[in-house]
T-cell receptor, first 114, second 111 residues
Framework: GESVGLHLPTLSVQEGDNSIINCAYS??????FIWYKQESGKGPQFIID?????DKRQGQRVTVLLNKTVKHLSLQIAATQPGDSAVYFC?????????????FGTGTQLKVEL | NAGVTQTPKFQVLKTGQSMTLQCAQD?????MYWYRQDPGMGLRLIYY???????DKGEVPNGYNVSRLNKREFSLRLESAAPSQTSVYFC??????????FGDGTRLSIL
């Protein structure tokens, strides 16, 4: 069935290193993806999004790559900081007759080691 | 800006009790959503409201009801709470096709 999922439940990196969080999707028609960051005790916070007409999009210290051939996207965080410790979700909005239903993966826990 | 505000932040109920979770947004967004998040899982959609006066079921609507009171407020009601409804509940709002904005959640335990 259609799904958005993540490869690894936990990723540990050293402070200052780059982090790469991966996400796979199954629907070839998917055309828009969003990355959210969720800190402990908080709601998901928008980080960056990408549409299918792009292969790469950059933000502040974050880059999202989209490979439509293998239906895979990744979130890269440069110079990872302790404040980056959180769970990261990729999500796909599904347009309905009313709103945009978000389908979430299970998330990757990013742990930054000092 | 407060963004999306959820009340209460924590609640403990006994099985069979009823409760309403409140959500309000000050961003003038048309669409609002209720999700639940269980340990180690992503968010699952319970109900949503594309605009004032309309509501629709999401992925896991059983045991819940919602009310879109006005453009700002979207409440979630548990008529007869069950232990399986122990979860963290998130409300979100959205303008058009823009990314959804989330509140900080209500942590609900049902004994």
């Amino acid at each position: 069935g259609e799904s958005v999922g993540l490869h690894l439940p936990t990723l540990s990196v050293q402070e200052g290193d780059n982090s790469i969080i991966n996400c796979a999707y199954s629907n070839s028609a998917s055309d828009y993806f969003i990355w959210y960051k969720q800190e402990s005790g908080k709601g998901p916070q928008f980080i960056i999004d990408i549409r299918s007409n792009m292969d790469k999009r950059q933000g502040q210290r974050v880059t999202v790559l989209l490979n439509k051939t293998v239906k895979h996207l990744s979130l890269q965080i440069a110079a990872t900081q302790p404040g980056d410790s959180a769970v990261y979700f990729c999500a796909e909005p599904i347009l309905t007759g009313g709103g945009n239903k978000l389908t979430f993966g299970t998330g990757t826990q990013l742990k930054v080691e000092l | 800006n407060a963004g999306v505000t959820q009340t209460p932040k924590f609640q403990v109920l006994k099985t069979g009790q009823s409760m309403t979770l409140q959500c309000a947004q000050d961003m003038n967004h048309n669409s609002m959503y209720w999700y639940r998040q269980d340990p180690g899982m992503g968010l699952r959609l319970i109900y949503y409201s594309a605009s004032e006066g309309t509501t629709d079921k999401g992925e896991v609507p059983n045991g819940y009801n919602v009310s879109r009171l006005n453009k700002r407020e979207f409440s979630l009601r548990l008529e007869s709470a069950a232990p399986s409804q122990t979860s963290v509940y998130f409300c979100a709002s959205q303008a058009g096709a823009q990314p959804q904005h989330f509140g900080d959640g209500t942590r609900l335990s049902i004994l």
